[in-house]
């Protein structure tokens, strides 16, 4: 009974019930406070974070986000119990720095991560539907280069202190929220009086929402990259019926709530610039294939001990610092004033990346 519990998120019938619960758990968190079509967003989430810090200081979106504590204790607790914490790292640290950076820069172009693309797409919000064609686009790309023999180097085993780092991390920055720390008036933490970071769902209700997610994510390997990722490599469907199921979830309760509204204007934290929507997803879609995960995943990865994770997830938060203090994030009235640049650096540098490491494989480097 209990290998048959253990491995029940593994199975047909598991997946689909890991994305109607993560579908679920998006809508209800927009239900109890977050941002309309952002029950779930992670590069959100993150970009609220990195502001209540001060990396930035675009004071619409400052909020210590506690869903990322969530996600990552979810997964610590879920990988404990099924004894797949192991700790690990070291594949070239500094280029997954470097795809998490220009993975948030594409993200905030579009404003969201791969999970918020369904999130939209199931509210009505049709500029999803470019941002989906620009990630499916983008992770096709990186498929090309992972045909190619594209790799960064085997990880290695480390101590468990060096896997639990990131939990720990996480556990301080819950408390620093909890009790709205700060050393002084104009120091962080930093939280916002309006816009995106002012909504927010009750402390307890996004840590438990996090939590819960982080576990079935954990168990499932929910992953809307590994999704399409697995359609083009080996004609596997088994991630894509967890995304479908949330899609569906979400959908259903738009409808039935009347949160659903169809079409291109007038849709919440989102602008009609079709062709940055489709770049800024097409540089994500590449990057997240590149470094082997949706941002989602990468947490989730991070709570089991893998540190090549976290440093994927501090180069997606130097991201959206340099994203806010450098005019290249968008909003809702359209791109910033460099996003342009920014994102074309971005589908470049990840090109470069993709073909180097394809090349030093092939050659035993």
Known sequence: MKTRFKNFFSTKYGILTAGSIIGLIAVMLVRFGNPANMGICVACFLRDSVGALGFHRAAPVQYMRPELAGLILGSMLAAFLAKELKPRGGSAPLVRFFLGFFAMIGALAFLGCPWRVI?????????????????VTGIFVGVLFLKSGYSLGRTRAQTRAAGLIMPILSVVLLVFVIFKISPSENAPLFFSSGGPGSKHAAIAVSLLAGTIVGIVAQRSRFCT??????????????????????????????IFTGNFNLGFESQPVAHSFHIWNFLGMGLSGIAFALAGGCPGRQFIMSGEGDNDSVIFIIGMGAGAAFAHNFQTAASGAGPGKFTAPAVITGIVVCIIIGTVFSRSKTRGV
């Open 225 to 254: 990259i590994g999704s399409f990722r697995d359609i083009f490599v080996i004609r596997d469907f088994h991630l894509f019926f967890g995304i479908a199921a949330m899609f569906v979830v979400i959908l259903v309760y738009n």
């Open 119 to 135: 999130i939209r797409i199931a509210g009505g919000d049709l500029n999803g539907l470019v941002g989906l064609a620009g990630l």
